[in-house]
């Protein structure tokens, strides 16, 4: 058991290195959905004008997006360094150790998660840093935490399978404009109820990516919104569930013995 | 004569890799109508927001945005292929081969302009479909088109001069960020009166701010602001068009 963990530990540690040594991959998560997030709070601010519009503040509206947008890059991130090592060999050395298959998906994820959560550490800064504070208090601040691990224990996995499956790095990073389109067409500008075009608000009714803006929304603009923490942990979970699963077939395949 | 041999050649090139390349192909028109949709369909309440003055409905004055971005990143694009030609040794050859290389920066400008043409067709037939509304006359909409047409060449000439200068695919994020940036630092979702802070104030000296808020008020009918649009339109083009003949220079004395 000591050794599984120890292989984890290890592997988890190379993610993290291997993505810190990458400015570009620490930087684009960080840096462009705060991008977002000024531009949008900017040229959006005259919505919170609508009647029903639940906040005076479109930047507490609107911060719960670059943690969704966090959890793509950790997908993109995540999956892109697997399919390095499946093109450069590494996976195939590794198969010639002890090394268990579930220690290397474990130790992959391991470092997305703690990115994921390094990531949602800046984005509260932030959003502290401009006067947001959010409704749910100290209580509230822990469970987006762990509730931004979830996510990009979710998305990584997601981005794992596509790597296993595919072997190449390319065909993950064709991936994130859907994931791109899966933000866009969803509740990230404005609440589903305030969307005035029919199509667009069932679009985004039916996108799960609306329910995990949601939740986190709820937590920094509403307090304790038991439906829409049902609702996003519920999702985050089984597309969690599902990528572990899609993951976890798929690597006997790429790590032959 | 010379110059518009090699840049009739290049062109040609340019456009047949991109018409031929379905990889190139649908994301150049996917893009365009992805934001159409998300920002003229989710967003569509905020023309009821209180000071918005735009005459038209929603779907028309977002269009105009969609369209100036489409004609920005047709530029952009253009340049991500300037910067493979680099990288895979094409753009060393067609140094060395052409007689007049400034053709080759024309070449690809009106490669650009060519690609983006059919992008704004596209854009145009779903715009109408969708159900844009138009005040403007006969003279009105083709000045929005040239607006557009003359931002499509200075984001080409801004690409162009990066990708001659770091000749590598990896400058796409340098081609693309700023063009991002300084579009969207615009008035994108509502007009400029109801932008608010610091966010207004950055508007106000951005040149795109201009262009996009002339080519509202082209589709409006009401036409405003059309000297100071293309004034800058053609500013930029000239200042990113010396941008790019520098660039060609630093890529011929890099041999």
Known sequence: MSTTLDQVVLLARRSVVRTVRQPANILGPLIFPMMLLAVNSGGLKAETHLPGFPTHSFVAFALAVPFIQGALFATMNSGTDLARDIQTGFLNRLSLTPMRGAALLAGQLGGAITLG????CFYLAVGLAVGVRP???????????LFSALIALAFGAAGSFAALKTGSGEAVQSLFPIFFVFLFISSMNIPRNLIGVTWFRDAATINPVSYLIECVRSLIITGWNGEALALGFGIAGLVAVAALTLAGRALPQRLAR | MRNLTVARAVAWRTLHNVFTNKALVIPQLAFPLFFF???????????????????ENYTSFQFVFVLLQSAAFGGVFTGFGIARDFEGGFAKRLLLAAPHRTGIVLGYAAAALGRWLVTAAFLTVVGFAVGIKVGGDGVDLPALYLLAAILNTAALFWACGVAMRLRTMQAGPIMQMPVFLVLFFAPVYVPLNLL???????????????????????IAGQPTEVAAAFGAAVALSALFSVWAMRGLRKAEAAG
Request: hydrophobic fraction near 55%; avoid cysteine; proline fraction near 5%.
């Open chain 2, 196 to 218: 608010n802070g610091w966010i207004h104030d950055v508007a106000v000296i951005n040149p795109v701010t201009r262009i996009l808020e002339a080519g509202r008020s082209f």
């Open chain 2, 37 to 55: 949709a998300a920002f003229a369909g989710g967003l569509s309440r905020i023309h009821n927001v209180p000071g918005f003055d735009f005459p």
């Open chain 1, 135 to 145: 409704a749910s208090g100290v209580g509230g601040v822990f469970v987006l935490l």
């Open chain 1, 117 to 120: 959560v390094v990531q949602a």
